[in-house]
T-cell receptor, first 112, second 113 residues
């Protein structure tokens, strides 16, 4: 079956620091990969996605590259802001499955 | 509508009561999903609909949980005889077709006291 493993949080950074949140997956076939973000008190929002190997998804300064050889989709941002404080979820969907499989989420706390 | 709408946003209920949670998907989206987000448990898939049909109900936690979708649009998740362990945020999402990008509602926070 499908599974997603994320680094446990919380990740605590100072403003303008470099961010990496690790995500690895197990899936059959050729899954599409996603990062979702949940800001405090809000619902899940799609942050970025990649649908095939070597694709890079990017949005709001965040990037993630679909690495099939290492089954990874690590989230990065060069300079985080306080407003990036949120919970980040890595997820996948597979052509043989009809739902998203999520990681457990990683809380990011950015201090001024 | 512009996005997935869920109601109510918050619900407090007494143990043993039944509750209904509503989801209005994005217009034209054929696929609809229900997830549960519990503290420390992450996101748990419950059920999905393709049109009005739910091919796989195995994700529902118990037979107290049921869901329906009518007219290929609005969906209702019903929890009968609520228990304290049902307390969670229930999230609904919709997508244009199965396995395409899913858009989430803001969720219903259910508290069973």
């Amino acid at each position: 079956g499908n599974s997603v493993t994320q680094m446990e949080g919380p990740v605590t950074l100072s403003e303008e620091a470099f961010l990496t949140i690790n995500c690895t997956y197990t899936a059959t076939g050729y899954p599409s990969l996603f990062w979702y973000v949940q800001y405090p008190g809000e619902g899940l929002q799609l942050l970025l996605k990649a649908t095939k190997a070597d694709d890079k998804g990017s949005n709001k300064g965040f990037e993630a590259t679909y690495r099939k050889e290492t089954t990874s989709f690590h989230l990065e941002k060069g300079s985080v802001q306080v407003s990036d404080s949120a919970v980040y979820f890595c997820a996948l969907t597979n052509s043989g499955y009809s739902t998203l499989t999520f990681g457990k989420g990683t809380m990011l706390l950015v201090s001024p | 509508g512009a996005g997935v709408s869920q109601s109510p946003s918050n619900k407090v209920t007494e143990k043993g009561k039944d509750v209904e949670l509503r989801c209005d998907p994005i217009s034209g989206h054929t696929a609809l999903y229900w997830y549960r987000q519990s503290l420390g448990q992450g996101l748990e898939f419950l059920i999905y609909f393709q049109g009005n049909s739910a091919p796989d109900k195995s994700g529902l936690p118990s037979d107290r949980f049921s869901a329906e979708r009518t007219g290929g649009s609005v969906s209702t998740l019903t929890i009968q005889r609520t228990q304290q362990e049902d307390s969670a945020v229930y999230l609904c999402a919709s997508s244009e077709t199965l396995n395409t990008e899913a858009f989430f509602g803001q969720g219903t926070r259910l508290t069973v006291v």
